[in-house]
């Protein structure tokens, strides 16, 4: 019988294409979230148990009755901004919440976790690209409650045998290219479908914060990564889990960094729209350039991005904008 993954958070967007990827590639898949931002329909007709893995009864519940090979966890707070002006939230979802399902795998003899982190763990850049040896130095409660799970996840690793794959996102993008899925955040916090927005006639133009950055032309560097991309990394890391690996840390992103202006450029020639941009002051705490070193994710899980492709990251956002304007009107 195929092994059983629970994942946690697989109502939201990466969750659910996590969900699809998975059970395309065979597993039995099982989905807890609280749905405070998931979506139900995202999971198809995966099992859905709606709950909080912070209650430990829940944990309990939904672990005893799964019984998963693996976790996988994708249920944390996001908003930088939001984090710092109320980190309580942060700390209590993204990291009491954690050691309570942690906690709850202990009990039910679960050993093998996989942890959404993040590019934020970091701070402010001393060198770019950025390896996994990169000195961690987060700027707010939302990096450093993603650090404080890693380095949870190091300790429970070396008392328990836990084990552990931590990937550090940079920036998701993308929608699933079969256009069933895509990103609905609400509210809306990410560069590329706040963009596509003023595309779809939802937003009037797109504000830039700074265009006095030392890059070649004066606005942030990122870099984007396709959510498909994402998740083959994380089937890749389970099945290194699964067959007996231990605890690994990868840093995921494609290597190559685009400005915001060279985003707003790829969504006109994807779209066909002017968009209007608004230049605005920088914003606190934005480091003019974040580029992965993604090297040690390429060697030894073997992973390779599909689709790197600027223009084509865009246009599989457009096509989900596109249904959720056209359901909207």
């Given amino acids: 019988m195929p092994e059983s993954i629970l994942i946690v958070g697989g109502a939201g967007y990466i969750g659910s294409h996590m969900v699809k990827q998975l059970r395309r590639a065979g597993y ?6 609280d749905l405070s931002s998931g979506h139900r329909g995202a999971v198809g007709d995966a099992p859905l148990h709606v709950g909080d893995i912070g209650d430990a009864g829940f944990v309990d519940a939904v672990l005893g009755e799964v019984r998963p090979a ?29 050691q309570v399902l942690l906690d709850g795998m202990r009990a039910h003899g679960v050993a093998r976790f996989i942890f959404s982190s993040t590019a934020a763990i ?37 008392a328990y045998g836990l ?8 920036n998701a993008a993308g929608a699933d290219p079969e256009g069933e899925l895509g990103e609905r955040h609400e509210p809306e916090t990410h560069l590329v479908p706040l963009i596509l927005q003023v595309a779809s006639g939802r937003r009037a133009h797109i504000g830039v ?14 870099d984007y990564i396709h ?15 699964l067959e007996g690996a231990g605890s690994a840390r990868y840093n995921l992103g494609n290597g190559n960094g685009f400005s915001v202006s060279e985003v707003i450029d790829a969504v006109r020639r994807v779209t066909g729209h002017p968009i209007p941009v608004v230049i605005g002051a920088r914003r606190a705490g934005d480091p003019p350039a974040l580029v992965a070193n993604a090297n ?33 009107r």
């Fill in 227 to 241: 959510v498909e991309d994402l998740c083959s990394a994380h089937l890749l890391a389970l099945r290194q889990l």
């Fill in 163 to 170: 084990k552990s794959v931590c990937l550090r996102y940079f």
């Fill in 70 to 98: 693996a976790v996988m966890h994708f249920a944390s707070f996001i908003q930088v901004g939001e984090s710092v002006a109320d980190p309580a939230k942060y700390y209590r979802n993204n990291v009491t919440a954690t």
């Fill in 209 to 222: 914060n700074g265009d006095d950055y030392p890059t070649p032309d004066g606005t942030c560097v990122r």
């Fill in 28 to 33: 039995r898949v099982a989905v807890a979230d």
């Fill in 122 to 158: 970091f701070g402010e850049p001393e060198y770019v690209p950025i390896d996994e040896a990169h000195p961690k130095a987060p700027i707010n409660p939302y990096g450093r409650s993603k650090w404080m799970v890693e380095q949870m996840l190091e300790d429970y690793d070396h």
């Fill in 296 to 328: 040690a994710a390429r060697a030894q899980l073997g992973w390779t991005p599909r689709y790197a492709d600027l223009d084509t990251i865009v246009a599989h956002a457009w096509a989900c904008e596109r249904r959720i304007a056209a359901s909207r």
